[in-house]
Every structure is written in C-alpha cells, then in structure tokens.
C-alpha cells in the first residue's frame, strides 16, 4: 500500500510508538498520520473533561495537547516528514482497523501499565493482530540495540519480506525460527534479494506463541504472518500471545488470501 503510516495517539505513554511510526515513515517514504481515537459518552471522558462543556474549549484542549506532543515527538525523529492528525470516534480498535486498510502500517503502542488505561491499549493491541486487515507494528518492550529480527513464520511471503527488509534496513541478522518443514525456495529468492542480510535457521520445535516471546528477549524485532481465518487459528493464537507478552516490538503482517 501506498497510504500513510498511522499510528494511535493516547497522551504521553503513546511516545515511543509515535517514534517508531516516524521513522518507518520516514523509511518507506510516506507520511505519518496522527489518530487520536475518542470513545464518547458519559461513563468515558476524557480525563479532566466534564460531562458538559458548554463551549467546547476544555474538551478541544484535552484533545490537542497529546497531539501536539505527538508531533513534536515525531519531528524529532524525522524533521522533515509531512504529518497529518485528527481525531476520530469509535471505539479504538474498531476505528484503528477501518484505518489500516488504506495505510501502509498501523502502529499501536503495547507496554503494559497500571490501571484501566494499560488494560485498555493491550486490549486494542490484540485486537488489532486478531482482525486487522494492514500490517501491523505493536510497540512494547525493550527491544535489544544489537540483536537480529527474529521472523517466527517462514511460509509466508509478506511477512518474510517485511523480515528481510527490516533486517537489512537496520544493519542485522535474520533469525528464522522453523516449526514445520523449511521453506527453502522463499528464503533463497529473499536471501538473493537482500545478500546484505545473515540468516540463521533454528527449529523452534512446536508452533507456538510462547517460542517466539522467549526469542524476542534477545531481538529488536519479531515478525509473524497471520491469516484471519479458522484455518489460521494457530497463527493467529501465536500473534496475539506475542503483543501481549513479547519483550520487544512485534510485526503481525496479514496473508494473502490462498
């Protein structure tokens, strides 16, 4: 795809996934769009928003302000990339789904934190990696400065690529995690395409979410494929697991239908 990378904005702790999604921005050449998404009614304001504002100015104030610092937080890391924002309402993975399908990627932030609100961005993370229909970049951990991108499902195409791609752009190795037979003819084709890129192949034993969250203690990245279908269950088990436990920033990239 060919649109902005989008990324949710939810006040100061969306920071770090709003950096991210400036520099994949700047990467693929593309701009950075800013989504604030508002779940209005009167059980779930805002904070410091009143039930009623007469005039609308505490409520634009408590809307712009983790905007702002969105922006400048994405000007810092790319200067020169052309921003846009607004503010949408919906609830939050719902609206962040719609968005995804004309966005080149969708970034979200995915750390955990006390209270309702860390429960809350988990919630839209997951979400997301189940039903998404773009990839998607889910910011959490700490990821590892020297370590490899770690690819978790080789018989995809788009994801592989995006592995390949990632571990090349940031000077790495490639970490390909098997669970099945090897599939030797897309990782030639991708190795020809990116000799810049050391890979190394690990059987990772059975398929499952938990093998590629203890890899990801030692990665920068992990990536899977996910299908949104019954016969994908697995796949999509094993995203979901990863968002939510995953000791550094996960890459779910949606399959092409067979």
Known sequence: MS?????GV???????????????????????????????????????????????SVTRESLTSPLTEARRAARRVAPGLAITQDVLIGEPS???DAESRTASLTVVGGRAAAGVGGRLRASVAGQLAVRGRGPLL???GRPEP??????????????????????S???????????????TR???ALRKKHPDVVVHERHAGSWTGHALVEASGTAQLVVIGARHTLADTLRVSAARILVDHAHCPVAVIPLRAA
């Open 3 to 7: 649109g902005p990378v989008v990324v």
């Open 10 to 56: 939810d006040g100061s702790s969306s920071l770090y996934a709003v950096e991210a999604a400036a520099r994949e921005a700047d990467r693929l050449g593309t701009g950075l769009r800013l989504a604030h998404v508002l779940t209005w009614s009167s059980t779930h304001l805002p904070p410091g928003v009143p039930p009623w504002d007469r005039d609308g």
């Open 94 to 96: 719902a609206v962040l």
């Open 138 to 140: 889910v910011v959490r």
């Open 146 to 167: 020297e370590g490899p991108v770690v690819l978790g499902n080789d018989t995809s195409r788009e994801a592989a690529g995006f592995a390949f791609s990632e571990a």
């Open 169 to 183: 752009r940031r000077g790495t190795d490639l970490v390909v995690l098997h669970s099945r037979g090897r599939a």
């Open 186 to 188: 897309l990782l030639s």
